[in-house]
């Protein structure tokens, strides 16, 4: 399998799935400023949308958009535990959380990530995201992690998402379960090495 990935961006989730899951890949730098390949390719002509992650299986086969993803690479190592069974209400619980943490959060902050945006605007777009936050905070109270006590690919979705909130100067400093969950995920062996193969240690 590829991955195709830019550093810290949303491709960060499924890369910590990958390694998680234990599962051999190769990792594809896909800029998303000049849409090419290290080598030069045309980026578009692998995914139109010009965006990562994409996930091109050994058949060819390629799959796009992150929570269907990650959920795929789940299912292909069961005994990880990185997603509940299909067809459970846990499973649903998941996607749940798949579907808030991508439309809720990630996009919430494309754009603060637009040049040009005004800064009334993002503004707004802080603050929506600073009460989502805490709404997560409040679902993690007395949990290590957001299906319970078992990790899974939600998890280290919602890290990378949280990873992006300094740098567009939000305030989450009064969550301390989202904080605790974030050191917790950030500590893992496959999140560690996901981190420093895309040359994010200690950034």
């Known amino acids: 399998m590829k ?22 890949f190769e990792p594809v730098l896909a800029s998303t400023k000049s849409h090419k390949l290290q080598d030069g390719t045309d980026y578009y002509g692998i995914n139109p949308l010009g965006y990562v992650p994409l996930l091109e299986l050994d058949d060819g086969t390629r799959l796009r958009e992150g929570p269907a993803i ?9 005994t990880k535990n990185l ?5 459970t209400l846990p499973r649903y619980r998941l996607q749940e959380w798949l579907t808030f943490i991508g439309t809720e959060i990630h996009k919430t902050f ?10 009334e605007a993002k503004k707004l777009f802080r603050e929506k995201l600073q ?6 905070d409040s679902q993690l109270a007395g949990k290590d992690y957001l299906l319970g006590q078992q990790f899974s690919v939600a998890d280290g979705y919602l890290y990378v998402v949280t990873r992006w909130a ?35 240690l200690g950034k």
Request: with cysteine; glycine share 6%.
């Open 110 to 119: 494309s754009p603060l990530f637009q040049p040009g945006m005004p800064d």
């Open 131 to 136: 009460a989502r936050f805490q709404w997560v």
């Open 70 to 78: 990650v959920q795929y690479i789940a299912d292909q190592a069961p």
């Open 166 to 200: 300094k740098a567009m100067s939000i305030d989450i400093s009064s969550a301390a379960n989202l904080a605790a969950h974030h050191e917790r995920v950030g500590a893992r062996p496959a999140v560690q090495e996901a981190l420093k193969v895309e040359g994010l």
């Open 83 to 87: 997603a509940p069974a299909n067809g």
């Open 3 to 24: 991955l195709y990935y830019s550093p810290g961006a949303c491709s960060l989730s499924p890369h910590i799935a990958l390694r998680e899951a234990g599962l051999a």
